[in-house]
């Protein structure tokens, strides 16, 4: 086991920052902007039916999915199609499992407006 004081993980850590050509992170202009607006999803479970009511109150649009994730190992777990919504839009995406319903989830996915 090694054992390092804390001088001289300071010195180490002084010298990695100091070192010319050294990046610890990428610059701040090369990092991709996070995605700020998606549409809105709430989910209700009914029984072994799932249901996603998506809308997109926001100038950009969006692509959803539906994500289910079924209890039972032998009952197949359900992804729906995409469904696009533009600006000011709404979808209702549905699945079901044979039993119960362990887990439902969206997935969001920007569009790009030509």
């Known amino acids: 086991m090694i054992r390092c004081s804390a001088s001289v993980l300071a010195a180490l850590a002084t010298v990695l920052c100091a070192a010319p050509g050294v990046a610890l992170s990428a610059p701040l202009d090369d990092r991709p902007e996070p995605r700020k607006y998606k549409a809105y999803c709430h989910t209700v479970i009914d029984g072994s039916r799932a249901t996603a009511y998506?809308?997109?109150?926001?100038?950009?649009?969006?692509?959803?999915?539906?994500?289910?994730?079924c209890e039972r190992w032998w009952d197949l777990d359900v992804d729906s199609a995409p469904a696009r919504i533009?600006?000011?839009?709404?979808?209702?995406?549905?699945?079901r499992c044979w039993k119960e319903i362990r887990a439902v989830w969206v997935s969001h996915q920007p569009l790009a407006y030509p």
């Open 54 to 69: 998506c809308n997109n109150p926001y100038p950009g649009g969006d692509r959803v999915r539906l994500h289910i994730e």
């Open 86 to 95: 533009d600006p000011a839009g709404y979808v209702e995406l549905t699945g």
